[in-house]
Each structure stands twice: as structure tokens, then as C-alpha cells.
């Protein structure tokens, strides 16, 4: 079987839209999980023994079970608690709600490196627990962790393939209905590897200039 050029530019369009749903997906899910695991991570930093349980027992289990398993949980589950969500919106909560768990661990260390004189030097000027999260503490943990969020990114774009198995016509899924169609596998396969390279490259560029803008200031 010859490798045929053709049966890439004639599907092309299609994976390139196909793209978009696998971006929606992951940079929304990020989304959500940086603020969810901000909020997570302090809660985790509590001094009260219930909320950081409450918080230990959210990041063991969405970091112990499969996210593939909490797809199909959150896509299958929520409409019997009133809440049917269309497919796209639950690949996105379940995708920021695992994703979350990871993050405020990422954030946890960053905190925990940051020197803790800097916090009581903040209650000692009376800066309120808010704003020293706000304005203190969480830039320069996302500072310090920058290259592990986007790691964290890119691996959302990769886990985004997940979606499919709820009918979210992301890339791999529709790489399989072209494949079935054409029986051209080699090709369409081919091209949907290239164009998720193509995605986490330009993360992981943009992450690095993000990275250095940020040490610059």
C-alpha cells in the first residue's frame, strides 16, 4: 500500500476543526483547574483539620482513579442529580476537576519554598488572609511553578483523546471515523500525531516565554 499525500490534504480541514474541540477542551479545563486547585491547595494548607481531610481526600481520589473512568462517572452520573450537561461542557468539568487535584499539589510546593518569612511579615502589617493569597503568596507560586503547569497542560491536551469515548468529535475521534471511512489508518494517524506535536509545541513555547517574562519581573 502506497502512502497516499492525497488522503491527508483531502481530510486535513476535517482534523484541523476536529483540533479545535481537543483545544476547547484542555485549555478550558485548565482553566478551571487553576482556579479550582488554587482554592484547593489552600484549603490543603489549612489549620483546620476538617477542610484540609476534605482536601487530602478530593486529590487522593481524583489522582487515584482514571480520568477516563470520571468521564464516563460525570457524563453518566450527573443527569441523575439534575444536572444533564451537554457532552462537551462534562469532558470540560471532569477535565478541570482531575486536573485540579494535580494542580494544587504543583501549588503546594511552590508554596512551600517560598519563604515562610514573608507571611509573617504580612500579618504583622495586618495584610488580610485574602489579599496575601491574592497578591502575595499565589504569584509567586505560579511563578515557581510555571514549568509544571504547563507540563500539566500539555498533558491535558493529550488526555483530551479521552473525550471521545462520550461522542465529542475531538481529533482522535474523528481520525477513527476517517480511518474507518478511508482505510487509509497510516495517513490520517500521521497527520493527527503532527498537528497534536503542533499544539503542545506552541504550549510549550508560549510557556517558556511566559516562564521568562515572569522571572524578568
Known sequence: MNFSFDTIWHNLPYLLAAARWTILISVSGMAISLVWGTALCATRLSANPFLRGAAVLYISFFRGVPLLVQLLLFYYALPYVGLDLPA????????????????????????????????????????????????????????????????????????????????IGELTRISQNITGETYRPLEIYITAAVIYFAINWVLSISGRLIEKKLQIG
Open 88 to 167: 462537551v461542557q462534562a469532558a470540560i468539568l471532569a477535565t478541570g476537576l482531575c486536573s485540579a487535584a494535580y494542580t494544587a499539589e504543583i501549588l503546594r510546593g511552590a508554596l512551600q519554598s517560598i519563604p515562610s518569612g514573608q507571611t509573617e511579615a504580612a500579618y504583622a502589617l495586618g495584610i488580610p488572609s485574602f489579599s496575601l493569597w491574592r497578591r502575595i503568596l499565589v504569584p509567586q507560586a505560579v511563578r515557581i511553578g510555571m514549568p509544571s503547569l504547563v507540563n500539566e497542560l500539555i498533558l491535558l491536551v493529550k488526555v483530551s483523546s479521552l473525550a471521545s469515548v462520550v461522542g
